[in-house]
């Protein structure tokens, strides 16, 4: 067994839970196929080192035992046959079983986030964002009132934020019809809210910036969306877009989160938050009464003569 040397590799318990969801060996399925040369934690150790540490496919080290072509390959079909996909589902029903909640949240957060794109991103994947002034992809999360991602789509840039949302959200109400309610900004307001309701029977609510507020202030709910997308940027691999392929983007995003979900699952639940906080008995407005000390006698002709000084 290889030494676990790096921060990104999986500890014995991440592995417990990832191990039971990656998809059967090839060898094993009906149809036939050769057997796996390379440990299967291996390889996701590899695909987790690129992914945290940004480094380019070629650079895998070689400690891991694994030809990067290898590496690269794994990374390719499951994200290709929508392993990747279900894995990252059910890790996120299990968080939301271990922290005690529903494992299907009525209930989401959307919202974009722009990076710049390398020069290995293509002029037709990519595009300028004029409110941020970035040139390269924009990334659209939905995630729920833990933070948790459902969705994450990549696009160019260039669109305002309503238009890939109802591609976005017509995604959600196929894979969870049972979401009811969202919020976002003030940028997915118009008449996406009322699309939303007609057609997939979803009322999309909107958090604007308070009239007062000057620079940064943490608004109700669009918090939550903001804390998921520092996690993004945790993962140097998601600093900035490299990849050819928007497919790619998503599944190094999918595959942060993945991360993140199963550290998370080998530490103990989170407690759920009681909101509103519980209001507190209303006291009696009677003076309380002053407190006296009794002091012998020669203590307290002491004290006397050291004040009349």
Same mark, same amino acid.
């Given at each position: 067994m290889r030494e676990r040397r790096y921060p990104s590799d999986t500890t014995n318990p991440e592995w417990a839970v990832l191990e039971p969801l990656l998809p059967v060996p090839a060898c094993r399925q009906p149809t036939g196929g050769r057997p796996e040369k390379h440990p299967r934690r291996n390889v996701v150790d590899a695909i987790r080192y690129v992914n945290d540490n940004g480094v380019k496919?070629?650079?895998?080290?070689?400690?891991? $035992?694994?030809?990067?072509?290898?590496?690269?390959?794994?990374f390719q079909r499951w994200r290709a046959s929508g392993d990747l996909a279900r894995i990252h589902a059910e890790l996120h029903q299990q968080v939301r079983l271990h922290d005690g909640l529903n494992p299907r949240t009525v209930a989401v957060i959307l919202d974009s986030q722009s990076v710049k794109g390398a020069e290995t991103v293509g002029a037709?994947?990519?595009g300028f964002d004029g409110g941020k002034l970035?040139?390269?992809?924009?990334?659209?999360?939905?995630v729920d009132m833990r933070g948790m991602p459902l969705t994450v789509m990549v696009t160019p840039a260039s669109p305002h934020d309503s238009i890939p949302a109802r591609d976005q959200l017509f995604r959600?109400?196929?894979?969870?019809?049972?979401?009811?309610?969202?919020?976002?900004?003030?940028?997915? $307001?118009?008449?996406?809210?009322?699309w939303a309701h007609s057609t997939l029977g979803l009322t999309l609510k909107t958090v604007p910036r308070r009239k007062d507020q000057d620079g940064f202030a943490v608004l109700a709910k669009r918090w939550r969306v903001e804390r998921a997308i520092s996690w993004i940027m945790r993962a140097r691999r998601n600093v900035r877009d490299y990849e050819r392929l928007i497919s790619h983007s998503e599944a190094h995003l999918t595959w942060t989160f993945i991360t993140l979900m199963a550290r998370r699952l080998t530490r103990p639940p989170r407690p759920p938050r009681s909101w509103p906080h519980p209001v507190e008995p209303a006291t009696t407005t009677t003076r309380p009464k002053p407190i006296r000390i009794r002091m012998q006698q020669p203590q307290a002709i002491r004290l006397a003569k050291t004040a009349l000084r």
């Open positions: 496919w070629r650079a895998v080290p070689v400690d891991f $035992g694994i030809p990067w072509r290898t590496v690269y390959g794994f037709d994947t990519r970035i040139n390269g992809r924009k990334r659209h999360l939905i959600l109400s196929l894979t969870h019809p049972e979401v009811t309610v969202a919020w976002a900004d003030s940028a997915y $307001g118009g008449t996406l809210i009322n």
